[in-house]
């Protein structure tokens, strides 16, 4: 207790820690009491923040800021309508078409399960292949009912989709346009001392802002190349694939390899143990190769120093608490407390008494 105590008298004392004890605190129970209420003001601030990295080159060019803000927004409203009217019918359709092919499918692949014990004897039982075969009708029954569900629910979704559709970029316009203004009124209830807090945003800024924005790149590239070498390949379902690849890239060192099992399953349900099906497996580890070795080198020249096990954790824990976004920005929190941790004063250590030096 003695030594908890002399902790408290350390730092309770320090007016700059008690600045970013309550700035962090604050954030924390915010986010968690109402961060469903704020969800559509916390995903047009995220987007404000990755088009803000757009509307700075323009700045530097000497555009002003109202016709740069103006520019990016344009852009940002053509690429939501491509992706709300172009993409997302044609996803729903490979959705729908996958699983109306689910029966054939799965008797193709129940086919080929009952010629294992035939094949291998000794290590594969009839029995063992029956018991996989129920497990495997049981799950995709229950999936079916999910389903049904979020059909039926679906009405509530689409209107949920519709207040973000119209609100969100509302929102995102007025962060953007009125950036400094809502930035000088957040700081007047800040505390005054808060030099240890602006260092830590400092810090956390420069790694978030090349890591967010680096991945939504990464996840465009990785996207558009998977689509236009299964697309090339004749592989069914190329976009609703393509779109996973390029999702997949969201979680390090996870994401690559559970992509892996559709692709291969949809490869071989289309050609069997064939050619065309290693080449597509090869095909898809060329990407994967290109992608860790030489896109993520040139996107991230700010290296997160994150140990791996670190990452996973940060991903199965803020994943765990906020869902997609825990998991999008879980490299991104985890850098935060690897900035406060590194920036937390520490003891200074006692120097010698003048006649032992």
């Not at 924390?28 to 559509?40: E, F, S």
């Not at 990755?50 to 323009?58: A, H, R, T, Y």
């Not at 290590?123 to 996989?132: A, C, T």
């Not at 995709?140 to 689409?158: E, H, N, Y």
Request: proline share 5%; net charge neutral; aromatic share 12%.
């Amino acid at each position: 207790m003695e030594k908890v105590r002399e902790w408290f008298r350390r730092y309770a004392s320090d007016p700059q820690v008690v600045a970013l004890s309550l700035v962090l605190l604050i954030s924390l129970v915010v986010l968690l009491i109402m961060g469903r209420m704020l969800a559509p003001a916390i995903a047009a601030l995220v987007f404000a923040y990755l088009l803000e990295g757009l509307v700075m080159p323009l700045r530097r060019l000497g555009i002003p800021r109202n016709l740069a803000v103006s520019l990016v927004f344009v852009v940002f409203l053509v690429a939501l309508v491509f992706i709300l009217l172009g993409m997302m019918p044609r996803l729903s359709h490979q959705v729908t078409q996958l699983i109306q092919q689910l029966p054939s499918i799965v008797s193709k692949g129940q086919e080929a399960l009952l010629r294992l014990p035939e094949k291998y004897p000794d290590l594969i039982s009839e029995l063992q292949v029956n018991d996989l075969i129920s497990t495997v009708r049981s799950e995709l029954a229950g999936l079916g009912q999910r389903f049904l569900s979020v059909s039926i629910a679906s009405v509530l979704g689409i209107m949920t989709i519709m207040v973000y559709v119209v609100l969100v970029p509302m929102l995102i316009f007025f962060f953007l346009k009125d950036k400094q203004r809502i930035i000088d009124w957040f700081t007047v209830y800040l505390p005054t001392d808060r030099a240890l807090t602006s260092e830590v945003w400092r810090d956390v800024n420069i790694q978030v802002a090349n890591y967010v924005r680096g991945k939504i790149w990464e996840i465009l590239i990785v996207g558009i190349v998977s689509y236009v070498t299964f697309a090339f390949m004749g592989l069914e379902y190329s976009e609703l694939l393509a779109t996973l690849v390029g999702l997949s890239v969201i979680i390090p060192y996870i994401g690559a390899a559970v992509v892996t099992l559709p692709i291969a399953a949809i490869a071989y349900f289309q050609w069997g143990w064939s050619a065309e099906f290693g080449y597509i497996l090869l095909a898809y580890g060329v990407i994967q190769a290109l992608d860790g070795n030489v896109l993520v080198p040139l996107l991230f020249s700010e290296v997160v120093d994150l140990h791996p096990i670190a990452i996973i954790l940060a991903v199965l824990v803020f994943g765990g608490i906020w869902g997609f976004w825990g998991v999008f920005f879980a490299i991104p929190l985890a850098t935060l407390v690897q900035a406060v941790l590194k920036a937390w004063p520490r003891k200074a250590p006692e120097m010698p008494a003048p006649d032992q030096v």
